[in-house]
C-alpha cells in the first residue's frame, strides 16, 4: 500500500519562484527519500533524510521532517525551468528488515521560464 | 557515477508473448529491484532481489519472475504478456544497508511497454 502522500498533485510557478512540495505518510520510517523523474524517464535521487534528522540542505534544496506529524517538505529555492519535473517522496518502514521504499503519487511541477 | 541501464527504452509485444527485460549496474550493488510505474497508482514494486540467485516477491508479483544469475544483472520475465501488463518498468540498484541504515536506490532510464 502506498505510504507516502504528496501535496500539491500539481504546481505551476515561475522561473526564480520558490516551490515546495509536501509528503505525508502514515507508520513510523527509517528514513524518507526525495526523487525526481523527467517525462519519461527513469527517477533520480535528490535527498534522503533519517527518521532522526530534522533538516538537510543540498544545493538549492532543503528538506525538512517533522516526525511527530509523520510529514516532510522539499523546497526548491530559485526554481529553473530545468526544474520542471515530477517529485516524489519514498519512504522506508521504521521496522522494515528489506529498505522496501513505499513511493508517494509525486508533484508534478512546472516552472514557466 | 553509477550507471543502472535498461536493454530497451520502447518494446512492443503481442499478447501471449514472454517476455524479457533486462536491466545491468556497474557499481556492485548487492540489491535489485523492479517497479512498474502506472498514472494513478505510481510506482509499484514487482521483485527485488537481495544478491546473487536471491529474490523476493514484492507487492504485485503475480504474472511475473525474476533471474539474478549474475550481481550485476537482474531479469525481468513476463512470462505470458498481457494487455494489463502495459506499464513503464524502472530498474534499480542499491549498496548493501549496513545496520539497516537502508541507502538510496539508482533508477535506470526505464522501458515503455505495450502489450498488444
Known amino acids: 500500500s502506498q505510504q507516502g502522500e504528496e501535496d500539491p498533485q500539481a504546481l505551476s510557478i515561475q522561473e526564480g519562484e520558490n516551490a515546495t512540495m509536501n509528503c505525508s505518510y502514515k507508520?513510523?520510517?527509517?528514513?524518507l527519500q526525495w526523487y525526481r523523474q523527467n517525462s519519461g524517464r527513469g527517477l533520480v535521487h535528490l535527498i534522503l533524510?533519517?527518521?532522526?534528522?530534522r533538516e538537510k540542505h543540498s544545493g538549492r534544496l532543503r528538506v525538512t521532517l517533522d516526525t511527530s506529524k509523520k510529514s516532510s517538505s522539499l523546497l526548491i529555492t530559485a526554481s529553473r525551468a530545468a526544474d520542471t519535473a515530477s517529485y516524489f517522496c519514498?519512504?522506508?518502514?521504521?521496522?522494515?528488515?528489506?529498505?522496501?521504499?513505499?513511493f508517494g503519487q509525486g508533484t508534478t511541477l512546472q516552472v514557466k521560464p | 557515477d553509477v550507471k543502472v541501464t535498461q536493454s530497451s527504452r520502447y518494446l512492443v509485444k503481442r499478447t501471449g508473448e514472454k517476455v524479457f527485460l533486462e536491466c545491468v549496474q556497474d557499481?556492485?550493488?548487492?540489491?535489485m529491484f523492479w517497479y512498474r510505474q502506472d498514472p494513478g497508482l505510481g510506482l509499484r514494486l514487482i521483485y527485488f532481489s537481495y544478491d546473487v540467485k536471491m529474490k523476493e516477491k514484492g507487492d504485485i508479483p503475480e504474472g511475473y519472475s525474476v533471474s539474478r544469475e549474475k550481481k550485476e544483472r537482474f531479469s525481468l520475465i513476463l512470462e505470458s504478456a498481457s494487455t494489463n501488463q502495459t506499464s513503464m518498468y524502472l530498474c534499480?540498484?542499491?549498496?548493501?544497508?549496513?545496520?539497516?541504515?537502508?541507502?538510496?536506490?539508482?533508477f535506470g532510464p526505464g522501458t515503455r511497454l505495450t502489450v498488444l
Open positions: 507508520t513510523s520510517i527509517n528514513n
Open positions: 533524510i533519517r527518521s532522526n534528522e
Open positions: 557499481m556492485d550493488h548487492e540489491n
Open positions: 534499480a540498484s542499491r549498496h548493501h544497508s549496513i545496520q539497516r541504515s537502508y541507502n538510496e536506490q539508482f
Open positions: 519514498a519512504t522506508v518502514h521504521g521496522s522494515s528488515n528489506t529498505g522496501k521504499l513505499i
